[in-house]
Nanobody, 121 residues
Framework: QVQLVESGGGLVQAGGSLRLSCAASEHMFSIGTMQWYRQPPGAQREFVASITTDGTTAYHYSVQGRFAISRDNANNTLYLDMNSLKPEDTAVYYC???????????????WGQGTQVTVSS
């Protein structure tokens, strides 16, 4: 079973920047849309950003203009560049891949384990 391994989280002051990465533990035959979600303390998980195979992006209105999502298809890796961070961006961030390991397998939603981002005021 492939795993998505996230990195790049941490503690940063308001106005600072972080870059999150999410890589598949083994090569995947096909990956469609890749996404980032987050779960603030005491709240439900929410959509942050997505990127399709042709590079089309979409963002939650609260991060539009501050966050940038990108992907490296050759290395099955997803990125999230977060700038001008605010305390309300504090959350556990999760990546999600819609993909399949081999042509014989079904498409499936794969989730990362989550990485903590804390923004201090």
């Amino acid at each position: 079973q492939v795993q998505l391994v996230e990195s790049g989280g941490g503690l940063v002051q308001a106005g600072g920047s972080l870059r999150l990465s999410c890589a598949a533990s083994e090569h995947m035959f096909s990956i469609g849309t890749m996404q980032w979600y987050r779960q603030p303390p005491g709240a439900q998980r929410e959509f942050v950003a997505s990127i399709t195979t042709d590079g089309t992006t979409a963002y939650h209105y609260s991060v539009q203009g501050r966050f940038a999502i990108s992907r490296d298809n050759a290395n099955n890796t997803l990125y999230l560049d977060m700038n001008s961070l605010k305390p309300e961006d504090t959350a556990v961030y999760y990546c999600k891949f819609w993909g399949r390991l081999t042509p014989a397998l079904n498409w499936y939603n794969y989730w990362g384990q989550g990485t903590q981002v804390t923004v201090s005021s």
